[in-house]
């Protein structure tokens, strides 16, 4: 399970000029199953609310590491996006159990809104 802990704008964070705001997201991931996970993969889809465009995000590890998960425990970390409009973040973690059974867990959506938007 993953729970979503907060979603902060953070003008202080590097953004380029077509994306000028940066949102800081903490997430926590949960293994509630009775298995060991590793999970090893994250694909992000940033949806812009006003045009509808999308931007994909995949790639190995989750800020660099690939979190190991007895049952029972819990990782959790930090990250930002960037955006123009406000926007909606959405997502899934992959990985394994260590028989090798394949591992996916959806993200919760949520919403990015820049404060002269709001």
């Known amino acids: 399970m ?14 380029p000029p077509d994306k000028p705001f940066p949102f800081e997201y903490r997430l926590s991931i949960h293994n509630q199953s009775a298995h060991t ?4 993969g994250r694909k992000w889809v940033v949806r812009d609310n006003d045009d509808g465009s999308t931007l994909v995000v ?6 660099g ?3 190991r998960l007895e049952p029972g425990r819990s990782f959790s970390y930090n990250s930002y996006h960037v955006i123009l409009n406000c926007s909606t973040a959405q997502g899934a973690f992959f ?6 059974m394949p591992v ?9 809104q820049p404060p002269m938007m709001a």
Do not use: H, N, W
């Open 104 to 112: 996916r867990v959806m993200i919760p959506d949520f919403r990015m």
């Open 58 to 63: 995949e790639g190995d590890g989750i800020v």
């Open 65 to 67: 590491q690939f979190p």
């Open 95 to 100: 990985g394994a159990t260590e028989d090798g």
């Open 37 to 40: 996970v590793t999970l090893f």
């Open 2 to 15: 993953v729970k979503v802990d907060g979603v902060e704008y953070k003008p202080a964070l590097s953004a």
